[in-house]
């Protein structure tokens, strides 16, 4: 059962453009949600959290919207830059605090 | 700050040998875990410490994998046999322990395992 999908195994963007990755949950009881980025051969690293409390959290270049009742979440990257390119996982956790993650979108940004 | 430090960084064995990869979590981080990542999936939990306390394990194939965190502080996990199945980076991860927000996990660089 997966409970975090990631929908979109990849992405190609234009540099300069907007990047738009989506996630998508099943488990009502999350109450974080966290983006981590992962270049080869490198650990993830973290890039971004939301409170289910809130439906937007903006960190510069990145911002998170979380929309509840959809069980949905997204990260939007402006503008997009060539060393966006990555790995992006989405991961969510309930009160427990063990994160469940998503499988990950490869992020291409073409210059 | 120091990282997460991971050894080795690229392991290749033949199945039914052993291999074990070492962690030292950041200083002060109690919580300390290991995650198994195969190609085109996110991480799998595998164990969770605190301090020396296991949390979790239960998605440890206990049967091969074991994992130990001495002092509470840096962690060895060992798979003995290890099969073909096994070939995937081994992720180590610590974090503090929070009472409230978001638990943010630092990662290691990994330990790519392959077996033959």
């Known amino acids: 059962d997966q409970q975090v999908k990631q929908n979109s195994p990849s992405l190609s963007v234009q540099e300069g453009r907007i990047s738009i990755l989506n996630c998508d949950y099943t488990?009502?009881?999350?109450?974080?949600f966290l983006w981590y980025k992962k270049y080869p051969a490198e650990g993830p690293t973290f890039l971004i959290s939301?409170?289910?409390i809130k439906d937007k959290n903006e960190d510069g270049r990145f911002t998170v919207f979380l929309n509840k009742s959809a069980k949905h979440l997204s990260l939007h990257i402006v503008p997009s830059q060539p060393g966006d390119s990555a790995v992006y996982f989405c991961?969510?956790?309930?009160?427990?605090?063990?994160?469940?993650w998503g499988a990950g979108t490869k992020l291409i940004i073409k210059p | 700050e120091a990282g997460v430090a991971q050894s080795p960084r690229y392991k290749i064995i033949e199945k039914r040998q052993s291999v074990a990869f070492w962690c030292n979590p950041i200083?002060?981080?109690?919580?300390l875990y290991w995650y198994q990542q195969i190609l085109g999936q996110g991480p799998k939990l595998l164990i969770q410490?605190?301090?020396?306390?296991?949390?979790?394990d239960s998605q440890l194939p206990k049967d091969r994998f074991s994992a130990e965190r001495l002092k509470g502080v840096d962690s060895t996990l060992k798979i003995q046999p290890a099969k073909l199945e096994d070939s995937a980076v081994y992720l180590c991860?610590?974090?503090?322990?929070?009472?409230?927000?978001?638990?943010?996990?630092?990662f290691g660089a990994g330990s790519r395992l392959t077996v033959l």
């Open positions: 200083s002060g981080h109690a919580t």
């Open positions: 939301i409170s289910s």
């Open positions: 410490f605190q301090n020396n306390g296991v949390v979790d």
């Open positions: 488990n009502s009881m999350f109450d974080y």
């Open positions: 991961a969510a956790s309930a009160s427990n605090y063990q994160l469940i």
């Open positions: 991860a610590s974090s503090l322990v929070r009472s409230s927000g978001a638990n943010v996990l630092t």
